[in-house]
């Protein structure tokens, strides 16, 4: 059974970190291109950041960058979100992504609010 939880979410004030946690089962992590987007209220799902089976050539939303590193743990079957120097435009509901050719997975997401 595929699973993608997402974990690591919460309230933090502005100027805070977070770090956010997808521990993948069900699959062969170590093959999928994997991602983080976000949806907040009312707005469309955004692609936040992604990076390849293999660790390399991550991707970031403008907005996010030099903010949010993207990493993962093949060993641990797990994808990371560092997130700093948060902004209440940060908030949103944060999901884990897997893709590999025409397969792709979602996790449930694990809400980020930055307030103060």
């Known amino acids: 059974q595929v699973q993608l939880v997402e974990s690591g979410g919460g309230l933090v004030e502005p100027g805070g970190s977070l770090r956010l946690s997808c521990a993948a089962s069900g699959f062969a992590f170590g093959i999928y291109t994997m991602r983080w987007y976000r949806q907040a209220p009312g707005k469309e799902r955004e692609l936040v950041a992604g990076?390849?089976?293999?660790?390399?050539?991550?991707t970031y939303l403008n907005s996010v960058m030099g903010r949010f590193t993207i990493s993962r743990d093949n060993a641990k079957n797990t994808v990371y979100l560092q997130m700093n120097s948060l902004k209440p435009e940060d908030t949103a509901k944060y999901y884990c992504?897997?893709?590999?050719?025409?397969?792709?997975?979602w996790g449930r997401g694990t809400q980020v609010t930055v307030s103060s």
């Open positions: 992504n897997a893709a590999w050719t025409q397969l792709v997975y």
């Open positions: 990076i390849t089976s293999r660790g390399g050539r991550p």
